[in-house]
């Protein structure tokens, strides 16, 4: 069993920063694909970027490409997400994910993809 437990949400003005952590106990090692997806009220939980557990290798939706990096720290078992020049569209519950699996790049913005959650982190960007 995994736990994910973010943190780092906070309400900012459009361009500023945030990073968010996501720090994971249990059985960690399981943690193929992290990722972080949000969800904004009344919409859908989308993907925002993944990373590879053993390449490192990262993917991103396109509306935060040039803004967001997704990073992690296998040592410390935690998953980052630097975000800059926020926009008030990036307003959301923002969800750290992980899976068992290698990330599917194809499929990696499937929710079912992924079999462990945190609680989620509020971030408010406004204009």
């Known amino acids: 069993q995994v736990q994910l437990v973010e943190s780092g949400g906070d309400s900012v003005q459009a361009g500023g920063s945030l990073r968010l952590s996501c720090a994971a106990s249990?059985?960690?090692?399981?943690?193929?694909?992290m990722g972080w997806f949000r969800q904004a009220a009344g919409q859908e939980r989308e993907g925002v970027a993944i990373i590879s557990r053993t390449t490192l290798s990262t993917y991103y939706a396109d509306s935060v490409k040039g803004r967001f990096t997704i990073s992690r720290d296998n040592a410390q078992n935690t998953l980052y997400l630097q975000m800059n020049n926020l926009k008030p569209e990036d307003t959301a519950m923002y969800y750290c994910?992980?899976?068992?699996?290698?990330?599917?790049?194809?499929?990696?913005?499937?929710?079912?993809?992924?079999?462990?959650w945190g609680q989620g982190t509020q971030v408010t960007v406004s204009s």
């Open positions: 249990g059985y960690t090692s399981s943690n193929n694909c």
């Open positions: 994910a992980a899976s068992k699996w290698a990330c599917n790049k194809p499929n990696w913005n499937r929710t079912d993809q992924y079999q462990n």
